[in-house]
């Protein structure tokens, strides 16, 4: 008798950034594989930063994607002045954080009431939520909005900012030109805590997962900018030695590398960052976490919305914060002259850590370059996810299988590019 096989496909989905596909193969009603299968085009960002001056990367990397440019604005200056031995000046490292901040809220914002809430609500996407759910789609909008207008003032635009530079940026804001944009962000903090009651009593699968988490850290704050490396198991290790425990290897079914830590599965992202971070979480995101029944770590990753969302009410309370304490930096930029030698570079994008590392010759030009995007670091455990979530489902049929599949990769919003097609997913049980 010839086995039985099911085949599950999704032609395309929405709701996700990229274009990919998902195999899963069952035998003997056992889950023997799960692929990932990234298959865009390589877009060769490392290779065309070699050769140029070493003051191009923050520009070039930020097209690597419309929706976090900070990020990997951020991760290329840091890296760079890294390489050339500049320290720039606390203000312009608090400028950065209120940049990142704009950041942060309006790339969790959309995560939350379009890509992913549809999930939660029964709707397949936004515009669906939106009829039914009105007021709660004109708050993450108002969220959103509030986000890119951060980028736009302290980074001239909200798409690839143009007011960043090596060393700082072009131009500084006077204290009093932030005064409006501090009466924005109070009115966002009760959207955003809106937000985090909405979706605390979500109807979550029960499930936790014992990947070893990787984010940044800092003695005193929650990291955003910059920080050392930690990780919740093992010890902390100095960011010139990313890549010694941090390793990528090509997979067939990928045109993304994958990442593995000293070896082995990991995580990065929102859990990672709460779960390792939560104790310095300000006073207003502190109690929305512990209202939302946030412990001191979250292992669950269909609860990532409410961290993402516990995070928004963070970004809103710190950007509050650095605007309050704000004062005009003595000069907008620090040079940083070219020299020989090797930078690394690290930030907290919205999905989490991005490392940059650049080689830098006597002649000021980029000799290597090395970008490790969150996605590309969290695919082994996505994968890892899928097999145990189909595993313990075979009793359910291919439409609920299916849906159960999507549910668990957008939990981890993955950027693949910055196109909205996603998924095929193909499961052949035999």
Known sequence: ???????????????????????????????????LNIYEPPRFFEAFLRGRAHTEPPDLTARVCG????????????????????????????????????EWIHSHALHIFLLHLPDFLGHPDGISL???????????????????RIMEQIGGRAIHPVNVRLGGFYSAPKPGDLKSLAALLRKSLDDAL??????????????????????????????????????????????????????EAQVPHSTALHAALDDGRYLTGPLAR??????????????AATS??????????????????VE???????????????????????????????????????????????EIGHDGLVRT????????????????ELAVLVAANLDRDDAELTQLCERAIRNHDPCISCATHFLTLTLDRG
Do not use: W
């Open 194 to 247: 809106y937000t985090v009651r909405e979706v605390a009593d979500l109807d979550c699968p029960d499930v936790v997962f014992d990947h070893e988490f990787l984010a940044l850290g800092t003695a005193d704050a929650y990291p955003i900018e910059s920080g050392a490396i930690v990780r919740s198991a093992g010890p902390s290790f100095p960011l010139a030695d990313f890549t010694t425990h941090v390793g």
């Open 1 to 35: 008798m010839n086995p039985e096989v099911r085949t599950l496909s999704v032609g395309a989905l929405a709701r996700v950034e990229g274009e990919g596909a998902l195999h899963v193969t069952l035998r003997d009603g056992a889950v023997v594989g799960t692929q």
């Open 369 to 384: 370059a090395t970008l490790i995007p969150p996605t590309a670091q969290n695919q082994a455990a996505i994968e890892h």
């Open 67 to 102: 929706i976090c440019p900070v990020a990997y604005q951020v991760s290329a200056c840091n890296a760079i002045e890294d390489a050339c031995g500049v320290t720039v000046d606390p203000e312009i490292v608090q400028l950065r954080r209120l940049l990142y901040c704009g």
């Open 292 to 309: 939302a029944g946030l412990g001191a770590q979250c292992r669950n990753p269909f609860r990532s919305i409410v961290v993402r969302a």
């Open 312 to 358: 928004v009410v963070f970004a809103i309370e710190e950007a509050l914060r650095i605007i309050a304490e704000y004062q005009e930096p003595p000069r907008p930029f620090v040079e940083v002259p070219a020299r020989a030698g090797v930078g690394h570079g690290v930030s907290e994008a919205p999905r989490g850590l991005l490392y940059h590392r650049y």
């Open 274 to 287: 709460y779960s390792l971070n939560s104790a310095h979480l300000p006073p207003i995101a502190r109690e």
């Open 130 to 148: 939106a009829r039914e759910h009105p007021e709660l789609v004109e708050r993450g909008l108002s969220l959103k909005k509030t986000g890119n």
